[in-house]
């Protein structure tokens, strides 16, 4: 069975730094790219950053540019977005994707709040 649970979500202020997690079971890890994305109250889903399989390119919305960081461990299977420098505008629920056609999986989103 497919999961992808994602963790590390909370309130944070503004000009702060959070940790997000991914953990991913029931499919080959190593050969998917890992994604994260967004969705704020109101707005549609938005991709964040982006890392291939296994490890080799990233890639960054440009509002999170020099702010946010994705790695991944393919020995836990686990994927990381590094998050600092927060702004409000950075509130979302954060979900992990993990894609390789045809395969397309999504988890249930954490929560980030960044207010004062």
Request: proline residues 4%.
């Amino acid at each position: 069975q497919v999961q992808l649970a994602e963790s590390g979500g909370g309130l944070v202020q503004p000009g702060g730094s959070l940790r997000l997690s991914c953990a991913a079971s029931g499919f080959a890890f190593s050969t998917y790219i890992m994604s994260w994305y967004r969705q704020a109250q109101g707005k549609e889903r938005e991709l964040v950053a982006t890392i291939g399989d296994p490890g080799g390119f990233t890639d960054y919305a440009d509002s999170v540019k020099g702010r946010f960081t994705i790695s991944r461990d393919n020995t836990k299977s686990m994927v990381y977005l590094q998050m600092s420098s927060l702004k409000p505008d950075d509130t979302a629920v954060y979900y992990c994707r993990a894609h390789r056609w045809p395969d397309d999986y999504w988890g249930q989103g954490t929560p980030v709040t960044v207010s004062s």
